[in-house]
Nanobody, 115 residues
Framework: QVQLVESGGGLVQPGGSLRLSCAAS????????MSWYRQAPGKERELVAS????????DYASSVKGRFIISRDNAKATVYLQMDSLKPEDTALYYC????????WGQGTQVTVSS
């Protein structure tokens, strides 16, 4: 059974940091590209960051470039999103996605940036 389980979300003040994790099981994680998406209330889901199966290629939305870092540990079947200098507009439900032709999605973890 395929599972993607996000964790690490929470409430943080502006300027703070969070590290999201997405633990995968039920498929060959090391052969899948991984991405983080987010969806804020009333808005469409948007791509935040992506990483290739090997980790050698990483892409970021312009809104998070220089503040967020995506990484992966294929031995642990986990992808991470380090989020620094958080802003209120980063508040959203954050999802991870695995892609290799077909796609798998997690259930999401809530990130709230507020003072």
């Amino acid at each position: 059974q395929v599972q993607l389980v996000e964790s690490g979300g929470g409430l943080v003040q502006p300027g703070g940091s969070l590290r999201l994790s997405c633990a995968a099981s039920g498929f060959t994680f090391s052969t899948y590209a991984m991405s983080w998406y987010r969806q804020a209330p009333g808005k469409e889901r948007e791509l935040v960051a992506s990483i290739s199966w090997s980790g050698s290629i990483r892409d970021y939305a312009s809104s998070v470039k220089g503040r967020f870092i995506i990484s992966r540990d294929n031995a642990k079947a986990t992808v991470y999103l380090q989020m620094d200098s958080l802003k209120p507009e980063d508040t959203a439900l954050y999802y991870c996605k695995a892609r290799r032709g077909n796609e798998y999605w997690g259930q999401g973890t809530q990130v709230t940036v507020s003072s």
